[in-house]
């Protein structure tokens, strides 16, 4: 069974920083291409970032280009998003999210999410 | 970037209705259309991908169709379990954006 556990978020000050961690099990980790995922309170779905699971290609959302980094750790099964001068707009539930295949495509598999807040 | 348009940003239907629901690309994105389902207070789960093959353990009366530019999520027979918000994406190439949504509701 796949399985997907954020960890790492929480309540930081604005120009704060803050690294998400999400630890998959039940599959081949390193074959798959990894998302992150964010939903604002009461806002719909948007895409933050995801990272290829052929050759760690990396692409971001221009709302987060330049302050986030997403990376992984193959031997530990572990997807990171190191977010960096978060802002009040930054606020969401983020989800860890496994796609269907090596390059990002459609995702099949998501992570119960992880609140972060941003707020003074 | 290629912007994803839903239509209609809310809709009611009775039980046993077919519902239609229209996402739209701004450029073409071939069949890189993925839809999904979002319960209040749930995760989201993956419906349709390749803009219309049912994902397995998705009831058939989900379907999914078009390419290019225009595509539709269509559910045959509405069922009370099937409120929710419901989202395309496309994944041709990043940004992968969302469409901003549809919800769902029994009349």
């Known amino acids: 069974e796949v399985q997907l556990l954020e960890s790492g978020g929480g309540l930081v000050q604005p120009g704060g920083s803050l690294r998400l961690s999400c630890a998959a099990s039940?599959?081949?980790?390193?074959?798959?291409?990894m998302s992150w995922v964010r939903q604002a309170p009461g806002e719909g779905l948007e895409w933050v970032s995801d990272?290829?699971?052929?050759?760690?290609?990396?692409d971001y959302a221009d709302s987060v280009k330049g302050r986030f980094t997403i990376s992984r750790d193959n031997s530990k099964n572990t997807l990171y998003l190191q977010m960096n001068s978060l802002r009040a707009d930054d606020t969401a539930v983020y989800y860890c999210?496994?796609?269907?295949?090596?390059?990002?495509?459609?995702?099949?598999?998501w992570g119960q999410g992880s609140l972060v807040t941003v707020s003074s | 970037d290629i912007q994803m348009t839903q239509s209609p940003s809310s809709l009611s239907a009775s039980v046993g209705d077919r519902v239609t629901i229209t996402c739209r690309a701004s450029?073409?994105?071939?069949?890189?259309l993925a839809w999904y389902q979002q319960k209040p207070g749930k995760v989201p789960k993956l419906l349709i991908y390749?803009?219309?093959t049912l994902q397995s353990g998705v009831p058939s009366r989900f379907s999914g169709s078009g390419s290019g530019t225009d595509f539709t999520l269509t559910i045959t027979s509405l069922q009370p379990e099937d409120v929710a918000t419901y989202y395309c994406?496309?994944?041709?190439?990043?940004?992968?954006?969302f469409g901003q949504g549809t919800k769902l509701e029994i009349k």
């Open positions: 039940g599959f081949s980790f390193s074959n798959y291409a």
């Open positions: 999210a496994k796609a269907r295949s090596k390059v990002p495509a459609a995702i099949n598999h």
């Open positions: 994406q496309k994944y041709n190439s990043a940004p992968h954006t």
């Open positions: 990272i290829s699971g052929s050759d760690d290609s990396t």
């Open positions: 450029q073409g994105i071939s069949n890189y």
């Open positions: 390749a803009a219309s």
